[in-house]
């Protein structure tokens, strides 16, 4: 019996598929039409590729033996018929876990030695690397070679307290954090710093992606945890102890790694079970349970809804026993539904909209190139018919006209290139601004503001100066981008009325989403200036990796923003390449026809009937391209699941195509298709 958030995942999933196959489609038609150039086929890769490997991340907090990974068992695998991840008593994910599913890649376990820490090498620079990391196959159809395989997340060494404060383990200013010290002077640690399970699991295959993290030391450790992946999460699952409700430890982790409000946060109250009292009935249970639920939900702050107490031990075994009535019992379902309902609409919303674009703007683009072809059929139909009992001289001088104005339209290849040369120069200046020799020099700039301070006095305002100055460089370069929108406006402007083209300017990209992801990143960071972190950012090497941390984040916003405006800039000059490729063949067309005609008496009629059939060809076209297009809008904007409800219907050229089977829909692209035939119809009874 498959879960809730496993259903919508499933349709979600299904949704993606079809949504690629009708946008595979319409790209399939415009490129065989010649009707995409590089900007616009990149457009169409980049949505592809978000499609096929959009993640939903979900992280699970907690510190030690708090279920966590029980819970995680009994939400996505239980349907495995055991326990994917080890969850036995006592302290058993010892580093941070990732499941997720790489198609390209054997199932396996892939491991990161502790040691790489002291490289000073952040999680995000060894991903791209094999060298760092241990790999252990792993065989999905033999439980008892996973739990074995699985069981080296548990896995700790011993170290000296030297070694153990290098790893960031240890720090002799807070020893209630420390591990504790055994008869021979060692401590235990983690023996990974990072775990990567790729395995073949239908959740994982659909695009979920699960993080499973250890407790308060290892969090605070590990600045690719609070700094990288719990922040670009989805939703955070902080799992609490029924019984004991929120420690210190726990309180410690929720101030410091997850009191962000930009994070979607619920809260779990695991082993519920462990509240049963024979002396007590079960109402009694059940008022004590709720007296937990709101106490938790005060002391951290969030709404009383956002806060679950249930049972995952029960939830797992229930489930692996297919008994339905003890799975209500466990309380479980209630979470499930929480996170599919909450999360699952919103990454459907922002995919949504990021197909619609696509497809619009390939829509308009398509037609606005088709119309300025069937705008040189027109002509040349035109200049035949009006051959009609015309003689030879005639022929002569049409073809003079003709040649002349190809001389005439030549002479804009002087005013393209400096309009090119302007472009790019601009597109330079912007570029630059947004290059990692800036991102560098700015973050070097803070590291000398910082650097030999006790306690990183004046970090948080020196951290606070870099953010709004890398905030004015992105408004700076949106700004530029605006004079290059004015600028192309005006010369396009001028070319289209001295030589005919029909060139537009799409309104440049805004950089706000880049200026709040680099909010979220001021939120995540500037908390290591304060004075509860001050002291870890005093540690050997931790400095660096934060360093490196963050020069990483900012480097994706910023190359982000970068490609962003260069694929605008591309689609902006791609058109004047198309456009201009397709007057020179209107020329060579209307040459060759008339040529023709000079040559044979009897050709003329031919030709006009030849040229009336292109014309037909590009109406039908038009309603193919519209017929596709709609049908890849409709199919972005119905719901996960409904994609079924799509029937396949014929367009013009024989082509097949699912429609949206809601009324309204089928009709709005019937009656464009109906128009395209009357109007290809009434041409040929015309000619």
Same mark, same amino acid.
């Given at each position: 019996?498959?879960?809730?958030?496993?259903?919508?995942?499933?349709?979600?999933?299904?949704?993606?598929?079809?949504?690629?196959?009708?946008?595979?489609?319409?790209?399939?038609?415009?490129?065989?039409?010649?009707?995409?150039?590089?900007?616009?086929?990149?457009?169409?890769?980049?949505?592809?590729?978000?499609?096929?490997?959009?993640?939903?991340?979900?992280?699970?907090?907690?510190?030690?033996?708090?279920?966590?990974?029980?819970?995680?068992?009994?939400?996505?695998?239980?349907?495995?018929?055991?326990?994917?991840?080890?969850?036995?008593?006592?302290?058993?994910?010892?580093?941070?876990?990732?499941?997720?599913?790489?198609?390209?890649?054997?199932?396996?376990?892939?491991?990161?030695?502790?040691?790489?820490?002291?490289?000073?090498?952040?999680?995000?620079?060894?991903?791209?690397?094999?060298?760092?990391?241990?790999?252990?196959?792993?065989?999905?159809?033999?439980?008892?070679?996973?739990?074995?395989?699985?069981?080296?997340?548990?896995?700790?060494?011993?170290?000296?307290?030297?070694?153990?404060?290098?790893?960031?383990?240890?720090?002799?200013?807070?020893?209630?954090?420390?591990?504790?010290?055994?008869?021979?002077?060692?401590?235990?640690?983690?023996?990974?710093?990072?775990?990567?399970?790729?395995?073949?699991?239908?959740?994982?295959?659909?695009?979920?992606?699960?993080?499973?993290?250890?407790?308060?030391?290892?969090?605070?450790?590990?600045?690719?945890?609070?700094?990288?992946?719990?922040?670009?999460?989805?939703?955070?699952?902080?799992?609490?102890?029924?019984?004991?409700?929120?420690?210190?430890?726990?309180?410690?982790?929720?101030?410091?790694?997850?009191?962000?409000?930009?994070?979607?946060?619920?809260?779990?109250?695991?082993?519920?079970?462990?509240?049963?009292?024979?002396?007590?009935?079960?109402?009694?249970?059940?008022? *004590?349970?709720? @007296?937990? /639920? &709101?106490? +938790?939900?005060?002391?951290?702050?969030?709404? $009383?809804? =956002?806060?679950? !107490?249930?049972?995952?031990?029960?939830?797992?075994?229930?489930?692996?026993?297919?008994?339905?009535?003890?799975?209500?019992?466990?309380?479980?379902?209630?979470?499930?539904?929480?996170?599919?309902?909450?999360?699952?609409?919103?990454?459907?919303?922002?995919?949504?909209?990021?197909?619609?674009?696509?497809?619009?703007?390939?829509?308009?683009?398509?037609?606005?190139?088709?119309?300025?072809?069937?705008?040189?059929?027109?002509?040349?139909?035109?200049?035949?018919?009006?051959?009609?009992?015309?003689?030879?001289?005639?022929?002569?001088?049409?073809?003079?006209?003709?040649?002349?104005?190809?001389?005439?339209?030549?002479?804009?290849?002087?005013?393209?290139?400096?309009?090119?040369?302007? *472009?790019?120069? @601009?597109? /330079? &200046?912007? +570029?630059?601004?947004?290059?990692?020799?800036? $991102?560098? =020099?700015?973050? !070097?700039?803070?590291?000398?503001?910082?650097?030999?301070?006790?306690?990183?006095?004046?970090?948080?305002?020196?951290?606070?100066?870099?953010?709004?100055?890398?905030?004015?460089?992105?408004?700076?370069?949106?700004?530029?981008?605006?004079?290059?929108?004015?600028?192309?406006?005006?010369?396009?402007?001028?070319?289209?009325?001295?030589?005919?083209?029909?060139?537009?300017?799409?309104?440049?990209?805004?950089?706000?989403?880049?200026?709040?992801?680099?909010?979220?990143?001021?939120?995540?960071?500037?908390?290591?200036?304060?004075?509860?972190?001050?002291?870890?950012?005093?540690?050997?090497?931790?400095?660096?990796?934060?360093?490196?941390?963050?020069?990483?984040?900012?480097?994706?916003?910023?190359?982000?923003?970068?490609? &962003?405006?260069?694929?605008?800039?591309?689609?902006?000059?791609?058109?004047?390449?198309?456009?201009?490729?397709?007057?020179?063949?209107?020329?060579?067309?209307?040459?060759?026809?008339?040529?023709?005609?000079?040559?044979?008496?009897?050709?003329?009629?031919?030709?006009?009937?030849?040229?009336?059939?292109?014309?037909?060809?590009?109406?039908?076209?038009?309603?193919?391209?519209?017929?596709?297009?709609?049908?890849?809008?409709?199919?972005?904007?119905?719901?996960?699941?409904?994609?079924?409800?799509?029937?396949?219907?014929?367009?013009?050229?024989?082509?097949?195509?699912?429609?949206?089977?809601?009324?309204?829909?089928?009709?709005?692209?019937?009656?464009?298709?109906?128009?395209?035939?009357?109007?290809?119809?009434?041409?040929?009874?015309?000619?």
């Amino acid at each position: 019996m498959k879960t809730v958030i496993a259903r919508q995942l499933d349709a979600l999933a299904g949704w993606r598929a079809a949504v690629d196959k009708r946008v595979q489609a319409l790209a399939a038609l415009l490129a065989a039409s010649d009707l995409l150039d590089d900007a616009a086929s990149a457009q169409i890769v980049a949505l592809r590729e978000r499609l096929a490997s959009d993640k939903l991340v979900l992280a699970f907090v907690a510190e030690f033996s708090r279920g966590k990974s029980e819970l995680i068992n009994a939400i996505f695998f239980a349907d495995a018929g055991r326990r994917v991840l080890p969850a036995t008593p006592g302290r058993t994910t010892m580093c941070p876990v990732e499941l997720r599913h790489e198609a390209g890649l054997p199932p396996r376990l892939s491991l990161l030695p502790m040691e790489t820490r002291l490289r000073g090498l952040s999680l995000a620079e060894l991903r791209g690397r094999e060298e760092p990391w241990q790999h252990v196959p792993l065989e999905p159809r033999n439980p008892q070679a996973l739990t074995q395989a699985l069981a080296a997340v548990t896995r700790t060494q011993r170290v000296t307290v030297e070694r153990a404060t290098a790893l960031g383990f240890w720090n002799a200013e807070q020893p209630e954090d420390n591990p504790p010290q055994g008869p021979d002077g060692l401590v235990e640690v983690p023996a990974w710093r990072h775990a990567l399970i790729n395995y073949p699991h239908p959740l994982l295959e659909a695009g979920l992606v699960v993080i499973d993290t250890p407790g308060l030391n290892a969090i605070g450790a590990e600045p690719e945890l609070t700094l990288g992946l719990l922040p670009t999460a989805h939703a955070v699952v902080f799992v609490l102890a029924a019984d004991t409700g929120v420690t210190r430890t726990d309180l410690a982790i929720w101030r410091d790694h997850l009191g962000g409000a930009s994070l979607e946060r619920f809260v779990v109250l695991n082993k519920i079970d462990t509240l049963v009292d024979p002396l007590a009935t079960a109402d009694e249970v059940a008022e *004590q349970i709720e @007296q937990q /639920r &709101e106490g +938790t939900a005060a002391t951290l702050k969030i709404p $009383l809804a =956002r806060v679950f !107490a249930l049972s995952a031990r029960n939830a797992l075994s229930a489930r692996v026993g297919h008994d339905a009535e003890a799975v209500a019992a466990s309380r479980i379902p209630p979470l499930e539904r929480s996170l599919a309902l909450e999360l699952m609409p919103r990454r459907h919303e922002l995919l949504v909209a990021a197909a619609v674009a696509v497809v619009q703007q390939l829509h308009g683009g398509a037609l606005h190139r088709l119309s300025d072809r069937r705008r040189h059929t027109a002509e040349q139909l035109f200049e035949l018919r009006g051959l009609r009992g015309k003689s030879s001289s005639k022929l002569v001088r049409m073809l003079e006209r003709v040649e002349a104005e190809a001389a005439e339209f030549e002479h804009c290849t002087a005013r393209l290139a400096a309009l090119r040369s302007v *472009q790019m120069r @601009q597109l /330079r &200046e912007m +570029t630059t601004r947004l290059s990692n020799d800036t $991102l560098r =020099r700015e973050v !070097a700039q803070l590291q000398e503001r910082t650097a030999g301070r006790p306690f990183n006095l004046g970090g948080k305002s020196a951290f606070g100066g870099l953010v709004e100055r890398l905030r004015a460089v992105l408004s700076a370069a949106e700004r530029q981008a605006d004079e290059m929108r004015q600028m192309l406006e005006a010369s396009f402007t001028q070319l289209n009325t001295e030589f005919g083209f029909a060139l537009v300017v799409g309104p440049a990209p805004g950089l706000e989403s880049y200026r709040r992801e680099l909010k979220l990143i001021e939120d995540n960071y500037s908390r290591y200036f304060g004075f509860h972190q001050a002291w870890r950012m005093a540690q050997p090497g931790f400095a660096e990796q934060f360093r490196r941390m963050l020069l990483s984040k900012l480097r994706v916003i910023f190359e982000n923003a970068a490609a &962003e405006l260069e694929l605008w800039s591309k689609a902006s000059s791609g058109q004047i390449e198309m456009q201009l490729r397709e007057r020179r063949r209107g020329f060579a067309r209307r040459r060759e026809s008339l040529e023709r005609v000079q040559s044979a008496a009897g050709e003329l009629e031919l030709r006009i009937a030849e040229v009336q059939q292109q014309e037909d060809h590009l109406v039908a076209l038009i309603g193919r391209i519209d017929a596709l297009a709609a049908n890849a809008v409709s199919a972005a904007r119905c719901a996960p699941g409904e994609e079924e409800m799509l029937v396949d219907a014929i367009v013009p050229g024989g082509q097949v195509a699912s429609l949206p089977a809601t009324a309204a829909e089928s009709r709005r692209v019937e009656t464009r298709l109906d128009e395209a035939a009357a109007l290809a119809g009434a041409r040929q009874d015309a000619a």
